[in-house]
């Protein structure tokens, strides 16, 4: 009796056992993972300060639930993107820089329509860029082969989910569309760069008569509602996350907000808060879509601690290019701005590149932590698919990207020598040249080299000592600008980076090492 009692007692004790290990063996599945990308907002766009200090514009805007991500997890500073959409979207699935891809602006909804036009006062030609942006499948005309991201986390087991703007090709290649790249679900993600309205009053833009590719859709349940587009995108998000969440399954929610892109709307939540505060109407409507997508990060915050998941689900914020302080809202004064950083979007001055980034990882990264190491958006690939596990990934382009993840484990000086490069062979809009038009960049440490292919003149900055880069160091540092312009010329040569060329002689603008 007493052997029995032994048997049964060693029994129920490897019973006990077996729980404990299965409930490990759950604590350690692979991690949720959510990107938040914003569109279009500013390093400035926040009242969570990226720089060294509180500036003006960081007291204009209220984004509480960016400082409390940050106080969880990790403030990147030196986070950067492409200077517009598609260039970075196409680096955040591809894993390589636009000078590589080759989509080196944003792709216009309909094929083979370059989204940069001629103007008589431009004596340069664009080259032939890839204007129909990503494709999952080879040899679609102008495209970057690649194998996308969310393909290769679906392979790895995880509940894929696209919500909000995807804007990868054009429409009529498989690109497209959000499912042809590896999602399982997609809320209101196509070939448009923008939405035709934010207003629910305007069914988003889906007006008999008036609708056009860049009316939102799959979102008809929302019209008439009073639900401004952020908070109606947020809600569908969170419905999609109800399925992993029950059978247990990791999910990558790409959150990618419409907000903060042209229109510019008021969301009626927040907007009167900024008209009583001072500020214009189009600077109260933007700081009100700005505080209603900050509303959106805390509402997911909350929804995954209501679930008890949030302690397994990495949250990454990003943007995907500067503040755009160049197009002021139809009939509207200029609407933000990205002092004390130099230009905005579209430019590859810092204005137009440096991005407020976050990342939160409960157990590595430590909370409250900040980072002046520098990233940039093809990083995301490698870094995310290290978080997710996924070894020796079968992938049909050369990844450029570096993982972030020795950086978010506490790492410092984690890739000491690197080179960062920005590449835009093209021109902003049809109507005249800007001064931000054919541009490139390399930098590497603090120092900055900007390529003026127009003028064919390179000009230095220290980023360290002159964030705003109003200072050309060029004539005094001529070694500096040799081997910066070597090290441009070098990488872009083997990228085989497009260049454009005159319109007189058909002659390509010389690499910046050989001017
Ligand atoms: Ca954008």
Known sequence: MNRSFTAKRISFILCIMVLLASAGLHAQQKPNIIVFLV?????????LPFGDKVMPLNKRFHTPNMERLATEGMKFTHAYAAPVCTP?????????????????????????EPSDFDHEKNPLKTPDWNING??????????????????????????????????????????????NMGFLVNVAGNVAGMPQSYLSEDNY?????????????????????HTFLTEALTREALKTLDHPIRTHQPFFLYMAHYAVHLPVNADDRFFDKYLKAGLDSAQAKYASMIEGMDKSLGDIMDFLK????????????????????????????????????????????????????????????????????PVIIEDYFPSLLEMAGVKNPKVVQPVDGKTFVPILKGNSNVYPDRIFTWHYPNKWKKKDLHDIDYLSAIRQGDWK?????LT????????????????????????????????LGEQFRSWGALMPSYKAGGQQVPWPDKL
């Open 306 to 373: 209501q679930k008890n998941i949030d302690q397994n689900t990495i949250i990454l914020f990003m943007s995907d290019n500067g503040g755009n302080s160049i197009s002021p809202a139809k009939g509207d004064k200029l609407h933000t701005g990205n002092l004390p950083l130099r230009e905005g979007k579209g430019s590859v001055y810092e204005g137009g590149i440096r991005e407020p980034m976050i990342v939160k990882w409960p157990g590595v990264v430590k909370p409250g932590s900040v980072t002046d190491q």
């Open 205 to 225: 833009g889906n007006i008999p008569g008036k609708t056009t590719y860049y009316a939102v859709q799959n979102m008809t349940e929302y019209y008439g509602t």
């Open 88 to 112: 970075s979207r196409v680096s955040f699935m591809s894993g390589m820089n636009a000078a590589h891809h080759r989509v080196t602006n944003w792709t216009s909804v309909l094929k083979d």
């Open 134 to 179: 990503m494709s999952p499948v080879k040899g679609i005309s102008q495209t970057v082969y690649a194998t996308p991201l969310a393909e290769l986390l679906k392979e790895a087991g995880y509940f894929t989910i696209h919500v909000g703007k995807a804007h990868w090709a054009a429409a009529g290649t498989p690109g497209a569309s959000p499912y």
């Open 456 to 487: 064919k003149k390179l000009e230095l900055y220290n980023l360290k000592t002159d964030i705003g880069e109003q200072h050309d160091l060029a004539a005094q540092y001529p070694d500096k600008v040799k081997k910066l312009a070597a090290l």
């Open 39 to 47: 569109d279009d907002m500013g390093w400035m766009d926040t009242s």
């Open 449 to 453: 080299l900007v390529y003026r292919m």
